[in-house]
């Protein structure tokens, strides 16, 4: 880890600290002339913000870094959950004041991203419409399983591909895990057949993606009025439907007005879980829905199908108790990678 790297970490989880804290917390010896050095860059790259003058200086993450720079998972989840520090409750400022003017990738993130894409539409260009939706069905059965996985569906990827192409259950598996899956072949089947359906992101489209997905599983369809929790984490969502409303819509509003496809699609992936909207099924709808803004505008699906579901979720909760997007933005990356390799 870099003197610049453990500085930045540092303040996250000690904001306003002074250049004394900061020294006495980086693990290398470093001189007082560097440990300066290191700090007024970070300070010009936009990374840390001086707070007042002489000795009260002190020093504080910008949005930028606070959402953005890399945390370790490792670290972090060595603690309990009562033993970490955290934003127990939902952050109204991050949707309507720090997300508008946080760039969620780098340049070369963006490079390495676009360059997929144009790989990705070369190899669409070739093929037939009944080749791309044969790949589709590949991709479609990957994502159902792993979407499913995560929320602790037991079905194997063979059981899975063997339900939706042949609707024959698996044995010893319950019929809900397996409408769960056969839910989420009807919500991709329904954005392939409408394709622009969100290009522009709506709450009554949310709802509606979130209606065939928990479709006969006993899940209440429309916005939550009730507390509810998430194992793993002392962050607690908002239980007032009317300000879950409000953040849907501001969600909305962000979403569509962002001009990189990837910042929309990651957006829609991360705060449609912060925010917890439905008493089941958010990170199933985040997933699709994501995935259905990345077809609208012609951009690669993603399956995750080789991502870790701990490592998933554990990047997801960082995002809700941190507000820091970086291990989550990783996990993106990779699978949009992944994708663009693997099926197409």
């Known amino acids: 880890m870099t003197t610049e790297t453990e500085i930045l970490q540092y303040l996250h989880y000690h904001p306003l600290s002074k250049r004394l804290e900061i020294g006495h917390a980086v693990t290398t010896e470093i001189s007082e002339r560097t440990l300066k050095r290191v700090i007024a860059d970070c300070v010009e790259k936009g990374y840390i913000e001086v707070v007042g ?42 949707i309507r004041d720090i997300l508008p003017n946080v760039r969620l990738f780098t340049d070369d993130e963006l490079a390495l991203l676009h360059e997929a894409q144009s790989k990705f539409r070369l190899h669409l260009s070739e093929m037939t419409d009944i080749e791309y939706r044969k790949e589709m069905e590949r991709l479609g059965i990957d994502l159902s399983w792993k979407s499913s996985q995560i929320e602790g569906n037991t079905y194997s990827l063979l059981e899975t591909e063997r339900l939706l192409k042949e609707k024959q259950t698996a044995n010893g598996k319950t019929k809900e895990e397996a409408v769960m899956l ?22 009554t489209r949310i ?43 501001d969600s909305c509003q962000l979403i569509n007005g962002k001009n990189e496809v990837f910042e929309k699609a990651l957006l829609a992936l991360v705060l449609l879980s912060y925010i917890q909207a439905f008493s089941d099924g958010n990170k199933r709808t ?41 291990a989550f933005k990783q996990i993106f990356i990779d699978q949009f990678l992944f994708a663009v390799k693997t099926y197409f």
Not at 55 to 70: D, E, N
Not at 75 to 81: A, G, Q
Not at 182 to 203: C, G, M, Q, R, T
């Open 207 to 249: 709802e509606e993606i979130h209606a065939l997905l928990v479709k006969e599983l006993g899940v209440e369809r429309h916005i939550r009025h009730r507390r509810v929790g998430i194992t793993g984490t002392n962050y607690q969502p908002l239980d007032n439907e009317f300000q879950i409303r409000e953040a849907l819509e």
């Open 182 to 203: 056969l839910n989420h072949k009807d919500a991709l089947d329904f954005i392939l057949d409408v394709p622009d359906y969100l290009k522009e992101i709506s709450l």
């Open 53 to 94: 003058k002489g000795p009260a200086t002190k020093y504080k993450l910008t949005p930028q870094a606070h959402v953005t720079m890399p945390l370790s998972l490792d670290t972090y989840f060595d603690k309990d959950i009562d033993e970490r520090t955290v934003q127990e409750s939902f952050n109204f400022d991050l």
């Open 286 to 326: 985040a997933r699709i829905i994501s995935n259905g803004v990345l077809i609208a505008y012609g951009y690669c699906p993603i399956s995750f199908r080789s991502v870790d579901s701990i490592d998933y979720k554990k990047a997801m909760l960082m995002f809700y108790e941190q507000n820091n997007i970086a």
